[in-house]
């Protein structure tokens, strides 16, 4: 079965500070993909990045970086120099092969909070 | 208008009330979900439509009733609510339907309080 796990409920920094929230998956898949999400308060999720499981290499953009190890089925996001508007809650999230239907399972979320 | 469009972002309703929740993209694409965001709960995938037709019914209680008249408009009818019904719910979309690859467009939710 498929399952996200976000160990961090909550995480609260100072402004500039740099950050890791964590994401790990289970997948019987070999083909899958990793999505990260935020939401801020407005509500609406916004899309951030999808990795597919075939292609590990990490990707930086911007003020935001990805992590994506198969061997330990992690999928960390780090944002550097953070700032008061990085602060949302962040899913992760993870899609299986193909099926009827385009499915994503998320994880609980992180909730972030950086502290002017 | 853009993107993912929900209304009304806020709504109070009795358990007795009868209401319907309003989804609308305006991005062409051919599949449309509902989820539920409870407080301290993961997103709880709910109803998925594709090309009109429903293709996913995720043990969603009969109180809960989705419609989608066309690939753009996706709504929920609610009826005889329960209090723990009261959460964020969310309308998403994403271009292809049973492909795993797309990401899904969120719209911003309509806060939904059962007294």
């Known amino acids: 079965a498929q399952k996200v796990t976000q160990a961090q409920t909550e995480i609260s920094v100072v402004e500039k500070e740099d950050v890791t929230l964590d994401c790990v998956y289970e997948t019987r898949d070999t083909t899958y993909y990793l999505f990260w999400y935020k939401q801020p308060p407005s509500g609406e999720l916004v899309f951030l990045i999808r990795?597919?499981?075939?292609?590990?290499q990490n990707e930086i953009s911007g003020r935001y970086s990805w992590n994506f190890q198969k061997s330990t089925s992690s999928f960390n996001f780090t944002i550097t120099a953070s700032q008061v508007v990085d602060s949302a809650v962040y899913f992760c999230?993870?899609?299986?092969?193909?099926?009827?239907?385009?499915?994503?399972?998320f994880g609980s979320g992180t909730r972030l909070s950086i502290r002017p | 208008e853009t993107g993912v469009t929900q209304t009304p972002r806020h709504l109070v309703m009795g358990m007795t009330n009868k209401k319907s929740l309003k989804c609308e993209q305006h991005l062409g694409h051919n599949a449309m979900y509902w989820y539920k965001q409870s407080a301290k709960k993961p997103l709880e995938l709910m109803f998925v439509?594709?090309?009109?037709?429903?293709?996913e019914n995720n043990s969603v209680p009969s109180r809960f009733s989705p419609e989608c008249p066309n690939s753009s408009h996706l709504f929920l009818h609610l009826h005889t609510l329960q209090p723990e019904d009261s959460a964020l719910y969310l309308c998403a979309s994403s271009e292809e339907p049973g492909s795993s690859y797309n990401e899904q467009f969120f719209g911003p939710g309509t806060r939904l309080t059962v007294l």
């Open positions: 999230a993870l899609s299986e092969g193909y099926s009827s239907a385009s499915k994503i399972i």
């Open positions: 990795r597919n499981s075939f292609d590990e």
């Open positions: 439509y594709n090309f009109k037709e429903q293709t």
